[in-house]
Nanobody, 126 residues
Framework: QVQLVESGGGLVQAGGSLRLSCAAS????????MGWFRQAPGKEREFVAL????????YYSDPVKGRFIISRDNAKNTVYLQMTALKPEDTAVYYC???????????????????WGKGTLVTVSS
């Protein structure tokens, strides 16, 4: 059974940092594109970051560019999201996602990913 389990969320003050982890199990994800998405209260889920399986190219949404870094450790079947300079507007449930199909950035950024975790809550206080 394929599972993605996020961890590392919590309460942090504005300007602080957090590192989210997403542990994948059920099969190897080394040839999957891995992404992070978030959903703030009362808002739709939005793309945050994506890392490809080959060459580990990274893509970010404009609101997080320069503050968040996505990375992966294929040996551990884990993807990370290092978040710095956090703002109250970063408050959201953060979801990990995976997709083994050929890269389709537009579709994937729109949430068209095969596998999803259940999310971890990040709360940034002002």
């Amino acid at each position: 059974q394929v599972q993605l389990v996020e961890s590392g969320g919590g309460l942090v003050q504005a300007g602080g940092s957090l590192r989210l982890s997403c542990a994948a199990s059920g099969r190897t994800f080394s040839r999957d594109h891995m992404g992070w998405f978030r959903q703030a209260p009362g808002k739709e889920r939005e793309f945050v970051a994506l890392i490809t399986w080959s060459y580990q190219h990274t893509y970010y949404s404009d609101p997080v560019k320069g503050r968040f870094i996505i990375s992966r450790d294929n040996a551990k079947n884990t993807v990370y999201l290092q978040m710095t300079a956090l703002k109250p507007e970063d408050t959201a449930v953060y979801y990990c996602a995976a997709d083994g199909r050929p890269l389709d950035l537009a579709t994937m950024k729109a949430g068209g990913m095969d596998y999803w975790g259940k999310g971890t809550l990040v709360t940034v206080s002002s």
